[in-house]
C-alpha cells in the first residue's frame, strides 16, 4: 500500500478538514488500489493511504473518524437516468405496483382516482412490458374508465416508451383509431394502448390542463437527487432533458443545494416525453443553465424504439404477426445523412451526443455515422451508444476503435419482463444475446453503467452489479443465467459504475476514483463486497453517501 501524499500539488499547506480511517478503502485507482484512509481538504481529497500516514496530518481543528474496519469506495456513476421524472413520480403521480396485472394496475388506479377531483388527471405507472396482452384490449380500457370515474388516465409502462390511457384521455388529445400507433383490437376499435410517439398529443394535453410549477419542478429534481444519494449515487447523467429540467438543476445549484455531479442530455427529437422544446429551440441554448455542477454536455436522439413493441431496428426480422408480417425489422427514426448531420452540428458546438439504439440495425447506423465525423477531424467529441442491447459480432471491435461509449441500461442483462416480453417478438436465440458487455469490455470499449430509472424499478447499481457478475435475476423470480458467457468481473463491475461512467460523462477529472484532488465522493458500504459470494451482491447497501466532503446520506 503507498500514500499518495507525494501527488499533491502544491504539498498540503494546511492541515485537512476531515480524516476518516481505519477503513478498507477500495479507490478504484489503479496505481493505489486499497488504502486505510482518506483525508479531506474543502471539499476534495488531500490524501489517501495508510492509517497511520494519513493520520499524521491532522490539525488541532481536524475532524478524525475511525470507520472500524468499514469498507470505503467511490461514490457511484449513473450514465443514463430520468431522475426528475423519477422524482415527479414519487412526489406527484400514481406508483403503480411492481408488476402489476391487470387487476392490480385496476386496484390502483381506482384508489388513486377517489382522492381527485373529477375532472382531474390520473397520470402514473409504470405497467410492465409483460402485460401488454393483458391491457390491450377493450374490455380491460373498459375497467380503466370505470376505476379512473371518467377522468382522463394516463399510464406509462416499464420502459416509458408506451402508455395506456382512457377513452377521456383519448377525447380531450385527439386520439382515434387508425392514427399510426394506437393499439386496435380484432374489430378494429382503439384499446388505448399507445406505442411510442402515439402518446405525445397525450401528454400534451395532460401538462396544458396543468404541469407542475416552477416550484414544484425544483422539488421533483431535488427529490430524484435524494434519492440517487440514497443509493450511494454522486454522478450522473439524465438521458433527455429539456428547459425546465435544466433551470431546476441551475436553480438547485445557485443555492448551494445540488449534492452531485449532474450532466445533461438535450432532446434533439422527442418520441416519448412530450416536452414542449426540443431540436434547435433546445440543444444551443444549454449554456445558461451551466453551473459548477450541472454540464449540459451532450444531446440526445432517439433513433429506434424498443423491441416488445418492434419498434427497434434491427438488422433480421422480427417474429412474424399479422400486424407486421414476415419481413417486419423496424426502421430508423432518423436517415444515416440526418443523424450524420446532427452530431456534425453537435459537435462543432462543442456537445457530445447520447443516442438511443435498441436493436442492431440502430447501433450499426450510428458507428457508421461517428467514422463519418471522426474521419472529418472531430476526434474528441464524446459518444454514447444508449442501451445497445443488440449488437452485431461484426460492430463490437468498432467501438473501442471509434471511442464510442457503450452506455449500458437498464438492468436487463438478466432474465426479467423486459426478456421475457422481447422473447415474444424475436427468435430465442437472437432474443437472449443480449448486453455483450464482456465482448465489449474484451474490445477495449469504456462501458458505463446506468439504470435508466425510473425505467429500472430503483437506480440501485447493485441490483446492476449483481447481474452483470451472475447473469442472473438479483431478486430470484426469474430462473436461469442470461447469455451467461457475457458475464464480466467484480472489479470490472464496479468500474462501470464509478470510473468508466464518469470517463463516459466527461467528468473523470472531478471523480470516480478517490484520487488526490479528485472531489471527496465516496460511499461506505453494510459489507466488503469482494467477500461475499457473487450471489449476495445484491444484498449490498449503501451507510452512507459523501459529496464534496460532506455526508448527504445516512441510513437509519
Not at 483525508?39 to 470507520?67: K, N, Y
Request: charged share 25%; aromatic share 6%; hydrophobic share 45%.
Amino acid at each position: 500500500m503507498t500514500t499518495t501524499l507525494e501527488k499533491q500539488e502544491p504539498a498540503l499547506t494546511t492541515h485537512p478538514d476531515l480524516i476518516l480511517t481505519g477503513g478498507r478503502v477500495y479507490t478504484v485507482d489503479p496505481s493505489n488500489p486499497w488504502a486505510e484512509a482518506v483525508a479531506v481538504t474543502a471539499g476534495r481529497i488531500a490524501a489517501v493511504g495508510a492509517a497511520a500516514e494519513v493520520s499524521a496530518l491532522a490539525g488541532p481543528d481536524t475532524e478524525v473518524r475511525d470507520l472500524e474496519g468499514a469498507f470505503v469506495m467511490p461514490g457511484l456513476a449513473d450514465v443514463h437516468n430520468h431522475f426528475f421524472l423519477a422524482g415527479k413520480e414519487e412526489l406527484f403521480e400514481l406508483r403503480v405496483p411492481i408488476g402489476a396485472h391487470l387487476d392490480g394496475i385496476i386496484a390502483s388506479v381506482r384508489e388513486h382516482a377517489a382522492s381527485l377531483p373529477a375532472d382531474a388527471w390520473v397520470v402514473g405507472g409504470p405497467w410492465a412490458s409483460d402485460r401488454l396482452g393483458e391491457v390491450s384490449t377493450r374490455e380491460a380500457l373498459a375497467q380503466l374508465n370505470e376505476a379512473a370515474g371518467g377522468r382522463p388516465v394516463m399510464l406509462s409502462d416499464d420502459s416509458h416508451h408506451n402508455r395506456w390511457v382512457s377513452s377521456r384521455a383519448m377525447q380531450i388529445a385527439g386520439v382515434e383509431a387508425g392514427q399510426p400507433g394506437v393499439v386496435l383490437d380484432a374489430e378494429g376499435r382503439a384499446t388505448g394502448v399507445l406505442l411510442e410517439s402515439a402518446g405525445i398529443p397525450v401528454a400534451r394535453a395532460q401538462q396544458a390542463a396543468g404541469g407542475l410549477t416552477p416550484g414544484q419542478e425544483r422539488s421533483a429534481a431535488r427529490r430524484g437527487v435524494e434519492i440517487l444519494n440514497s443509493f450511494g449515487v454522486t454522478a450522473f447523467q439524465d438521458a433527455g432533458v429539456s428547459i425546465h429540467i435544466m433551470e431546476a438543476l441551475r436553480s438547485l445549484d445557485a443555492a448551494g443545494e445540488l449534492d452531485a455531479w449532474v450532466v445533461s442530455s438535450m432532446l434533439v427529437n422527442d418520441d416519448i416525453f412530450g416536452f414542449s422544446r426540443v431540436g434547435d429551440d433546445l440543444v444551443f441554448d444549454g449554456e445558461r443553465y451551466r453551473t459548477e455542477r450541472h454540464r449540459p454536455d451532450f444531446v440526445k436522439i432517439f433513433l429506434d424504439g424498443v423491441p416488445p413493441t418492434r419498434t427497434g431496428a434491427f438488422l433480421e426480422p422480427y417474429l412474424p404477426d399479422d400486424a407486421h408480417g414476415h419481413d417486419h425489422r423496424g426502421a430508423t427514426l432518423l436517415p444515416p445523412d440526418e443523424l450524420a448531420d446532427w452530431l456534425r452540428r453537435a459537435a462543432k458546438a462543442g456537445l457530445g451526443a447520447k443516442i438511443h439504439c435498441t436493436g442492431d440495425a440502430s447501433v450499426h447506423e450510428v458507428l457508421d455515422a461517428v467514422e463519418t465525423l471522426r474521419a472529418e477531424g472531430f476526434a474528441d467529441t464524446r459518444y454514447h451508444i444508449a442501451h445497445g442491447q443488440f449488437v452485431h459480432p461484426d460492430d463490437i471491435e468498432r467501438f473501442a476503435k471509434l471511442g464510442v461509449a457503450a452506455d449500458i441500461c437498464p438492468f436487463i442483462w438478466v432474465p426479467g419482463p423486459i426478456v421475457e416480453a422481447i422473447r415474444e417478438v424475436l427468435p430465442r436465440e437472437r432474443a437472449d444475446r443480449m448486453q455483450p458487455n464482456r465482448a465489449l469490455l474484451d474490445a477495449g470499449a469504456i462501458v458505463a453503467g446506468g439504470s435508466d430509472w425510473p425505467v429500472a424499478a430503483s437506480p440501485n447499481a447493485w441490483e446492476g452489479i449483481h447481474g452483470l457478475v451472475t447473469r442472473e435475476d438479483p431478486h430470484g423470480q426469474y430462473p436461469g443465467a442470461l447469455w451467461p458467457e457475457q458475464a464480466i468481473t467484480l472489479a470490472e463491475a464496479i468500474e462501470a459504475f464509478t470510473i468508466g461512467a464518469v470517463t463516459a460523462m466527461g467528468l473523470a477529472s472531478e471523480t470516480g476514483s478517490l484520487e488526490v484532488g479528485k472531489s471527496a465522493d465516496l460511499v461506505l458500504l453494510d459489507r466488503d463486497p469482494f467477500e461475499h459470494p457473487a450471489n449476495q451482491l445484491v444484498r449490498t447497501t449503501v451507510a452512507e453517501t459523501w459529496f464534496a466532503g460532506r455526508r448527504v446520506y445516512a441510513r437509519d
